[in-house]
């Protein structure tokens, strides 16, 4: 099983971590449960997937779906027995009538788990996520973490130039950029997107324009599922918010109210499809970030929204999923974004409708993002872990938020020369050694006798190249010795030391000994000899 993405500062992190149950400690007559957030985010406690290993192989499952799911975990004397589906769900089926239940997939496999997860991978890049462009994830600039809210054109700008400078390939506006958006109010305004003249005097078309003469491409943040309760949307069509017992389903930012937008309601669906299709065409966004800070919690249960009353927060999960659909079709090439306050809605249903996931609002520090991707790689592709660097310019820092897509959220425009020579170095690291291997296979070496260390190894799908990624926290031992994996025992290969450039050789059943400085990290690139 694997905990949710839910923003945690503890080390080792909560988010995406690994919960094992052994059968002969556990229980036969108790079943396990798991479940989505009270809040109905699929992810914000556990994520809806497990893998059950024993005899050489196993079985690995999922549910495709983005809201209410629960999982029992039972042992009984003919095996495991594992259920996965909706829960808190009602419907009436009229006779002949049918109804679209959640996809789920089953894999087989052979292998231990990073086996299965590599597998997994490759089936949803072929079969589930959308396509994805040439040279992804690109790097992106985002601005949050470094002036959250408080953003104008100039100041955006200035950062742009920096970031193009130092190989970012989409900068991405954050909230912040709508009109009456006050810094001290998460909810004000909420559900009208408009552009911002005061801060944006060229408009957003005119600020992407030039982001795209930087050689970027230009992203742009929104919430649409969130409305400001005194706000237009909400005042003018009261009858599209969610509801339960005839009470709007909300939630409180100090002392406003926001609401939340029933999808299950068609007319909803069509006003929020072409508003965020007029945002994308108006302002020229080519990445659109999606985020979902609150939930629907047991769901709207209104009788005039066509959906039924035990079915509302299925009905807004379809409802966004037709949403998204929409969007797609009508913006060819747009980038989707997904994220619900960091990884609250990071599922495989989500996957089908984002180009990339932004993991977790816990960011900080670089041991809680390698655990972030080492987690959610088993369930997601490499290429959607979305990590950022913020202020610590050195390569253990960027190189730990290397395991997926690689980003930068820091006020550049204070970083020293040399600082952002480290970093452009870095970013033409991760361009031209990391990146290229995400779609391949996935190892990881550490083990937990390995304390304080992490090691990961990315091999090219058909080349045998491959690159091994070693950090070592303050604590650890100075070294240690790793097998790795994917390649053939019967070759030698050549590794070569990047920070060093000072080369070795191996033979492919030998062990590696690993050894760094504390709180670094080496990156070796091995290659057939040939
Ligand atoms: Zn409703």
Redesign the pocket.
Known sequence: MLRGGAYDDALPPKGYALQTLDRLSYSLSRPRVYASAGDGRSTGEFVPWFCLQGGGGGVMGALLWSGHWRMEARYTPAGARMALGLSNFEHLLAPGGALQLPRALLLGFSGDLDEAANALRVWELRYLAPPIPENWPWVQYNHWYAYEGDIDEARLLAEAEIAARVGCEVFVIDDGWFAGRRPDSYVSWWGQWREDRSRFPSGLWGFGERIRQLGMRFGLWVEPERVDMQGEVATEHPEWL??RDGVPITRRWGDEIAGHL?L??PDVQDWMASEVVRVVHEYGVQWLKWDYNMGYAAG???ED?G?QAGD?HY??TMGLYRVLATVRESCPGLIIENCASGGHRADLGMLTHSHIQWLSDYTHRAASCRRHVQGAGYYLPLQWLNAWVLEGADAYEFRSRMGGALGISARLGSWSQQQLELLARGIAEYKAVIRPLLSGHRSLLSSPWHEGWDVWQLCHPRSGEFTILAFRDPSAISSVRVAPRSISPEEDYILMNLDTGESFQMHGKGLLEISVARHASVLLIGKLVS
Do not use: D, K, P
């Open positions: 969610a509801a029933c299950g309601n709207c249960n209104r929204h959906h509302g009905a807004h």
